[in-house]
Every structure is written in structure tokens, then in C-alpha cells.
């Protein structure tokens, strides 16, 4: 039998296509490109300037993807007080600043509710709240947010962060930011 046109190749199989590398971006944000660490810290920096008050940014991605490494840029860039580092021993660690920066860690942590449960000793709507999280647990997160997704080469340096706005205008922050990122 004949291939009829509908099944003809080149055709697109219906809501089953494929998306293309272009629509996938569209959808769920821009890829930045980050060959060494300075360069996911100057991220972190540049991302620190479109921070406001009770911003929330969640970090996904494996152990040793960079995640700290971006905190460090976005407190650098806020100028806050105290090395930013893991927080192994404690969950939460608040640095002080014209804006503070409350770090999560939260891989330990069963869900962000808990953060409030953490007793800071400072308000999160005060506050840059970033949260290193373990991947596949930020679905259940409605807030909105910025969601920035790092993966490792396996040969290389080289990191990708992946950044996802979720409600509010990260859409449009993320826009500047991958603007600026080039
Ligand atoms: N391009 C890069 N971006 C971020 N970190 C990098 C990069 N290349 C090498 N590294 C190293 O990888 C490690 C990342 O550690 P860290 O930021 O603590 O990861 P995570 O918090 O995701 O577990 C650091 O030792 C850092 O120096
Ligand atoms: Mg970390």
C-alpha cells in the first residue's frame, strides 16, 4: 500500500511533532552557556541586580553543578555580608544587606513550608530568598519564581544554566538577563 500524504515524511505526526530547539526555548527560557566558574558567579552578579524584596529563586541541578557558585555571584552582587558557602550543617543561612540574602539548602528539607518554620530572624518578603534544591521536588512550588536549572559536561567545565521564569515578570527579567548574557 501506498503512503497516503498524512504519513508522507516531513509530515508532522500531530500533537506528537517534536519540538524544535527554538520552541523548546521559547517555552521554558534561554540557555546560558558558562565555561568556567568565574563565569556562573558573574551570572549570579548580573542576576543580583534585577533582585527585589521578597523575590524567591529556586537552584536545580546535581551536587557539584555550581549552584553555590551562583549564590556566591548573587550575594556578591548584593552586596551582603558573610561568605556565602554550603550550608551543610544548617538548612538556611541569612547574610545581611541593603537587600538580604536568606541561602537554602534543601536538600534536606521535605518541602518549602519548612522554610518558615526555620525561625530567620528575618522576614522572606524582606528578603532574596534562593534555594538549592534537589531536582524534581520544585514541582509542587506555585509561587512565583525564578527556576534556573544548571547541568554539567561530563568532559569538561562547562556548565548550562537553564532559565525558567515562573508567574510574576521574571518573564520579562530573564528577557534582560539573557539579553545582557549575549
Ligand atoms: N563552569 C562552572 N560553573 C560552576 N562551578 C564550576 C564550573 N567549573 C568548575 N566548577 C566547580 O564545580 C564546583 C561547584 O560546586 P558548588 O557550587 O558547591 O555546586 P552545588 O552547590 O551545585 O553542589 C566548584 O568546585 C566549582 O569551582
Ligand atoms: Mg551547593
New binding site residues.
Given amino acids: 500500500m501506498m503512503a497516503g500524504p498524512l504519513h508522507g515524511p516531513g509530515q508532522p505526526a500531530g500533537p506528537r511533532a517534536p519540538l524544535t530547539a527554538e520552541q523548546r526555548e521559547a517555552l521554558s527560557g534561554p540557555i546560558v552557556t558558562?565555561?568556567?566558574?568565574a563565569?556562573?558567579?558573574a551570572l549570579g552578579t548580573r542576576l543580583a541586580a534585577l533582585l527585589r524584596a521578597g523575590d524567591l529563586i529556586v537552584?536545580t541541578?546535581?551536587?557539584?553543578?555550581?549552584?553555590?557558585?551562583?549564590?556566591?555571584g548573587i550575594g556578591a552582587g548584593l552586596g551582603v555580608s558573610g561568605a556565602v558557602v554550603?550550608p551543610t550543617f544548617v538548612i538556611a543561612r541569612v547574610h545581611r544587606g541593603p537587600l538580604p540574602l536568606v541561602h537554602v539548602d534543601a536538600y534536606r528539607l521535605g518541602s518549602l513550608a519548612e522554610v518558615d518554620d526555620l525561625d530567620l530572624d528575618v522576614d522572606t518578603a524582606d528578603a532574596v530568598t534562593v534555594v538549592?534544591w534537589g531536582a524534581g521536588l520544585v514541582e509542587q512550588l506555585a509561587d512565583a519564581r525564578l527556576e534556573v536549572s544548571?547541568a554539567?559536561a561530563a568532559d569538561s567545565?562547562?556548565?548550562t544554566a537553564r532559565l525558567m521564569p515562573h508567574g510574576g515578570d521574571w518573564a520579562a527579567r530573564v528577557a534582560a538577563l539573557a539579553e545582557q548574557a549575549g
Fill in positions: 558558562l565555561p568556567t566558574v563565569d556562573t558567579r537552584l541541578g546535581p551536587l557539584g553543578a555550581g549552584k553555590t557558585a551562583l549564590v556566591q554550603s538549592e544548571i554539567r567545565e562547562e556548565r
